[in-house]
């Protein structure tokens, strides 16, 4: 029979880490990396790096890494028996970022483990179909999380929402304070995530001028017709 599972999509590779300037607790040899790769790829047209790190979570700017998506999830109730499907591109860090957040849900699964080696041959460099599946499969959820904006998170939230599907936006300025505090404990830190995102599991936005229709798919017009 078919079983209740979340998605989570992971917006956390090699272009988000350095575009965003954060600090990722990779000392000073992975933050030398990514401003050099920072500066390679779009040279002084990231205006970020001028914050520091502190400033950059406290406004929400940062990527949530697996570790922090993990400890989101746990603070909203979900254990290690939720079955989850990780939706992204290359994780920066690879395996031993990934391995904290398998540890917590050990029943994990993405595109690798679930696709046979045949199928994995007829998507294997094509970004695009790659995107595909995680959409699919995010659109059959029975909760989406995304750990950072972007189009297919603008597309994905939009989507279930028109379809009345639950969706999780998780309050990154929020999580960013709460993440810099080093002395807030375990319960405080789950009071403060529940209430945080009690209206942050896909309600009815209504779409202010100028914004995508994807992403809100209620256009103020409706409200007046």
């Known amino acids: 029979m078919p079983q209740k599972f979340v998605v989570v999509h992971l917006r956390f590779d090699k272009d988000m880490a350095a575009h965003s300037a954060c600090d990722f607790g990779g000392g000073k040899a992975e933050k030398l990396a990514l401003a050099k790769y920072r500066q ?23 990527p949530l890494t697996p570790e922090e998506i993990g400890l989101l999830l746990a603070a909203l109730g979900f254990d290690n028996s939720t079955r989850l499907y990780l939706a992204s591109h290359k994780v920066y860090g690879g395996e031993a970022r990934i391995s904290t957040l398998r540890d917590l849900f050990p029943k994990m699964e993405s595109k690798k483990s679930l696709a046979s080696s045949e199928e994995r041959v007829l998507i294997k460099g094509k970004a695009s179909l790659l995107a595909a599946v995680d ?3 995010g659109m059959h959820s029975d909760i989406f999380v995304s750990a950072s904006p972007g189009n297919m998170h603008n597309a994905l939230v939009g989507h279930r929402t028109f379809e009345n599907l639950k969706t999780i ?30 209206n942050r599991q896909g309600q009815l936005r209504l779409r202010k001028p100028k914004q995508s229709i994807y992403t809100y798919p209620a256009p103020d017009c409706m409200c007046q017709a």
């Open 135 to 137: 959409y699919y499969v």
């Open 169 to 198: 936006r998780p309050n990154m300025p929020l999580l960013g304070q709460l993440f810099l505090n080093k002395n807030i404990t375990w319960l405080e830190f789950r009071q403060a995530v529940v209430e945080g995102h009690q």
């Open 40 to 62: 390679r790829i779009w040279g002084g047209r990231v205006l970020n790096s001028q914050f520091t790190d502190e400033e950059l979570r406290s406004q929400g700017r940062c």
